[in-house]
């Protein structure tokens, strides 16, 4: 057992104070990571150039940064982003995109972990990547469980000293220490491109509600998500009609709901 915080509280505080979260993503997800963090009651910026990207940190809550599709005046934005986060004590979320597939992904990513993210998410293939295992993927998409990933997760975790988030199937949150499993979603998750790199912004709405226990704080985004996800399931056709019923479901959700049908086993 462990403290993490049941995710209700958090999400009704996301509801009264709409946090503003800075979010630098790939050109997939920027529409969609928008929408859903406008329906899940955040308030989305996605604001990147090197020139301002710094001062805007200060203003914003959390920042998210995704190396999807990257590129050097990109990265300039994240790394002036992550500099105005840090002197202004405001978290930041990472999501490795794929950072294994090439030498300019590798060297990026290298860098980008000196800065000290306060969450990394990935999918299970990125996490095992990361603590210097060897992935089966070959893209953005994973090829391995996320059971598989559970060791790579904690030990990125401790040697980073940050919460580490493997999803997939089911999702596993560890910051070395406490950890969780969580189950629910739907298969029609991994069918909609960039709902990963949304799920990364909508961490960063939470941390940026609870910057004190990012543990608790990304064990919500992700219980938002596989209640939202499973609802959402209930009534698709595809991956398109699960598409619009995902924002529905997850602008719908009470609290009360996500307390009482997420599956969050403290470990
Ligand atoms: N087969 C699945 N069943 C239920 N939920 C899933 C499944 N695959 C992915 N998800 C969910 O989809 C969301 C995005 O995760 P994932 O697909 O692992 O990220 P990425 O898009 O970065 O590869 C998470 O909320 C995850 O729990
Ligand atoms: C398809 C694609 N190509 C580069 S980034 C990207 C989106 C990946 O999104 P996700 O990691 O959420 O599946
Ligand atoms: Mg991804």
Sequence with gaps: MNEIQFPGNLLREMRETAPLVQ??????AMNIAANVLLAAGASPAMVHAEEEAGEFAGIAGGLTVNIGTASPQWIAGMKAAIGGATAAHRPWVFDPVAHFATAY?????????TLAPTVIRGNASEI??????TSS?????????VELAEKAANELARRQACV??????TDFVTDGRHAARLSGG????????????SLTCLVGAYVAIRPSDPLSATVAALAHFAVAGERAAAGSDGP???GWRFLDALAA?????????????RL
């Design 128 to 133: 095992i990547a990361l603590a210097g295992g």
């Design 240 to 242: 398109g009609s699960f």
């Design 253 to 265: 959700l009470t609290p009360e709901v996500l307390d009482s049908e997420a599956r969050i086993e």
């Design 23 to 28: 979010c630098i993503t790939n050109y997939v």
């Design 186 to 197: 739907s298969a029609l998750m991994p069918k909609v491109t960039a709902l990963g790199c």
């Design 164 to 169: 580490v988030a493997v999803t997939g199937t």
């Design 137 to 145: 993927a070959k893209g953005v998409d994973s090829r391995d469980p």
């Design 105 to 113: 992904r590798r060297k990026v990513t290298a860098e980008l972990l």
